[in-house]
């Protein structure tokens, strides 16, 4: 019988399954191999797919996606694959804009990291996210795979039904860019202990923001625009993104 070859989106959702099953497995395990597997070129290419239907802004580089489906994704994907798989990689600071905040006379702030820095954000998040998931209690919606703002309502609804009459709500101010990096890069190690990644999401904390031709980097703070943080999701034009 002839092979059929299987998409990258296949093998990578095999990947993240075998990563999930082997967490949920063993809540106090620490993975030691994840970072071959972020330059993996089925995981690139599915996180091209997911930056180029994101479509999005140009960083300080000005490269956009349509520039980089110019120069060619392949050529691309097999730089950055041999740039990670080397430690050549280098993350460059994000473009910082400022967004109205809906309901308020407040501007919020929006980092837009480079295409190809999207890229291994992308690869990256493909990567460790099951490992996090598997330790994420079911109440949980924000900003998980396969759960959305209806599915929260839902279970309001839901708890209505059953007798419940209150709801408390609380907001932390500047959350995103108060989130101290040695803290958050413990909590990281309580599950990676893969020198090689941990030193790559280091390196995309610490990258910083340009603003007004300015270059600041910061001890706190998870750049809202990214791929790794919750990002603003621009349109999209799926039947490019192949």
Same mark, same amino acid.
């Given at each position: ?90 993350p460059l600071p994000s473009r910082r804009v400022w967004i109205p905040k809906p ?20 690869a990256l998040k493909l990567v460790v996210e099951p ?19 209806? /599915? $929260?309502?839902?279970?309001? *609804?839901?708890?209505?039904? =059953? #007798? ?5 709500? !609380?907001?932390? @101010? ?38 007004? /031709? $300015?270059?600041?980097?910061? *001890?706190?703070?998870?750049? =809202? #625009? ?5 990002? !603003?999701?621009? @349109? ?7």
């Amino acid at each position: 019988m002839p092979v059929v070859a299987r998409s990258a989106e296949e093998t990578v959702r095999e990947l993240q399954r075998t990563l999930y099953r082997a967490a949920k497995a063993e809540p106090g395990r620490r993975f030691h191999a994840l970072y071959d597997k972020v330059h993996r070129r089925d995981v690139l290419e599915r996180a091209w797919g997911q930056v180029c239907r994101n479509r999005g802004a140009a960083g300080i580089d000005r490269i956009t996606i349509d520039d980089v489906e110019r120069y060619g994704v392949e050529r691309l994907l097999d730089e950055l694959a041999a740039d990670v798989r080397t430690e050549r990689y280098r993350p460059l600071p994000s473009r910082r804009v400022w967004i109205p905040k809906p309901g308020t006379s407040e501007r919020r702030p929006l980092s837009i990291p480079t295409v190809r820095d999207r890229i291994v954000q992308a690869a990256l998040k493909l990567v460790v996210e099951p490992v996090f998931e598997a330790d994420f209690l079911p109440c949980g919606f924000g900003f998980r795979p396969k759960r959305t703002t209806q /599915g $929260a309502l839902q279970v309001l *609804v839901d708890e209505a039904w =059953q #007798g419940r009459r209150w709801v408390v709500e !609380t907001d932390i @101010a500047s959350c995103f860019e108060s989130i101290p990096h040695d803290r958050l890069m413990a909590a990281a190690e309580e599950r990676v202990h893969d020198r090689r990644l941990l030193k790559l999401v280091r390196a995309l904390l610490r990258a910083g923001v340009m603003e007004d /031709g $300015a270059i600041r980097h910061g *001890v706190t703070g998870t750049p =809202q #625009g990214g791929v790794v943080t919750p990002p !603003t999701q621009w @349109a999209t034009s799926p039947s490019r993104c192949r």
